[in-house]
């Protein structure tokens, strides 16, 4: 009997895993359901190409025929309503139900949203519609408030400056990109915000939102007010585990997984991309990671075990993220490092007992490359602290 595998969630980890499913040689068939219209696509273009209006369309994961030539059934503008997971079906919102043999969940987050009502001047970012929408609003000469201080709203607030408009991010921590990117690497990107007239409140945070005739008015904790055309708020997701929770599944901060995404509370279940809390190497509790490089790595792992191939091993994390005219790149986890080493202006290296377990670079894409190939390795902190120095030659 032919095998089934349903994948729920056609964002970049879904639509990554049904197309490294038939790459890997799965014969049997796919059925791929998504609540937007649009075909799999990537979302980093959005808050920057996309939303600027350089790139027409999204950054699509397969051309429309190539997923007819894979022999994916598309399921799209529709969602999953419910998983019957004894008798292996999936029910969703027009009715129909799906068997499978394999159930991949990859049905990411939603937008956190302020606690004030919903305002049409007022945008999440998150699907290409979203982005078409922030585009008709941004005139140039308007004035944008970012609320939050992350990747999301610092890229926005960049592209918002690229179109004219004038920007201020409101962070409620007390520096930017306080979650996933070290010190260091933060305080780079902040210069090049300021450096292109980008305003930065710091500590602070919104208290109301008054709508006015054409504008909105923004009240901050210490009184200040501040007057937008448009606010945008990137305040990052909550994973999507209703579906997940409402079938029993085991779920926390995502659904929890193990090493191959498969579910802790069924073998026939599996939950990748923004949706899967696992543990990474030595951490000591599961995490959840938001990039596009887990996208693609977890839809591998996920399709690797559905097929019974060997596992293959975890690549170090790492991102990126476009701001300003710069790029700046992340690699592993530069908070485990018990040692800085700064390669230059631009460069730091995180070692721990030696060895490599994190970088930072910006607009060093050379180091970062070579960072990569060392991670896990140890290094000489005199030479890798050398910019004259090919890194590579640091490997003790």
């Known amino acids: 009997m032919e095998q089934r595998i349903v994948v729920v969630g056609a964002g970049h980890a879904g639509g990554a895993a049904a197309i490294t499913l038939r790459e890997l040689g799965f014969s049997g068939s796919i059925t791929l359901v998504g609540e937007e219209a649009e075909h799999p696509y990537e979302r980093p273009s959005l808050?920057?190409?996309?939303?600027?209006?350089?790139?027409?369309?999204?950054v699509y994961l397969a051309e429309e025929s190539r997923w007819s030539e894979l022999g994916v059934d598309l399921r799209l503008g529709?969602?999953?309503?419910?998983?019957?997971?004894?008798?292996?079906?999936?029910?969703?919102?027009?009715?129909?139900a799906l068997p499978y043999d394999e159930l991949i969940l990859a049905t990411g987050g939603a937008p956190r949203q302020l606690p004030f009502p919903a305002h049409p001047k007022i945008f999440p970012l998150r699907t290409t519609g979203d982005a078409k929408a922030i585009a008709a609003a941004a005139k140039p000469g308007g004035r944008a408030v970012v609320i939050g201080g992350g990747v999301i709203g610092l890229e926005t607030?960049?592209?918002?400056?690229e179109?004219?408009?004038?920007?201020?991010?409101?962070?409620?921590?007390?520096?930017?990109?306080?979650?996933?990117?070290?010190?260091?690497?933060?305080?780079?990107?902040?210069?090049?915000?300021?450096?292109?007239?980008?305003?930065?409140?710091?500590?602070?945070?919104?208290?109301a939102i008054e709508p006015g005739d054409e504008t909105l008015t923004l009240r901050l904790d210490d009184g200040e007010t501040l007057e937008a055309d448009l606010v945008v708020v990137g305040i990052g997701i909550t994973p999507r585990t209703g579906l997940a929770e409402a079938a029993g599944l085991p779920?926390?901060?995502?659904?929890?997984?193990?090493?191959?995404?498969?579910?802790?509370?069924?073998?026939?279940?599996?939950?990748?991309?923004?949706?899967?809390?696992?543990r990474f190497g030595d951490?000591?509790?599961?995490?959840?990671?938001?990039?596009?490089?887990?996208?693609?790595?977890?839809?591998?792992?996920?399709?690797?075990?559905?097929?019974?191939?060997?596992?293959?091993?975890?690549?170090?994390?790492?991102?990126?993220?476009?701001?300003?005219?710069h790029n700046l790149q992340i690699l592993g986890d530069p908070a485990a490092g018990d040692t800085v080493v700064a390669r230059g202006e631009a460069v730091r290296l995180y070692l721990r007992d030696g060895v490599l377990v994190?970088?930072?670079?910006?607009?060093?894409?050379?180091?970062?490359?070579?960072?990569?190939?060392?991670?896990?390795?140890?290094l000489k902190a005199d030479l890798a602290g050398d910019p004259g120095t090919d890194l590579r030659k640091a490997a003790a």
């Open 157 to 161: 607030a960049s592209t918002l400056q």
């Open 283 to 325: 951490a000591a509790a599961p995490q959840r990671m938001e990039t596009w490089a887990h996208a693609q790595s977890s839809a591998r792992a996920a399709a690797l075990a559905i097929l019974g191939q060997p596992a293959e091993a975890e690549p170090a994390p790492w991102f990126w993220t476009a701001q300003c005219g």
């Open 251 to 278: 779920v926390g901060a995502g659904v929890l997984v193990d090493e191959a995404y498969r579910s802790i509370g069924d073998a026939n279940v599996y939950a990748i991309g923004d949706l899967a809390l696992r």
């Open 358 to 378: 994190g970088a930072a670079c910006l607009d060093q894409p050379r180091d970062f490359a070579s960072a990569r190939r060392l991670i896990g390795k140890p």
């Open 47 to 58: 808050s920057k190409e996309y939303l600027s209006g350089k790139d027409a369309a999204p």
């Open 78 to 96: 529709v969602a999953a309503a419910s998983i019957d997971r004894e008798n292996r079906t999936v029910t969703l919102s027009d009715g129909s």
């Open 163 to 207: 179109l004219g408009l004038t920007a201020v991010v409101i962070e409620a921590g007390q520096r930017l990109l306080g979650r996933n990117v070290p010190g260091d690497a933060a305080d780079w990107l902040a210069a090049a915000h300021e450096r292109v007239g980008l305003e930065i409140r710091l500590g602070r945070s919104v208290a």
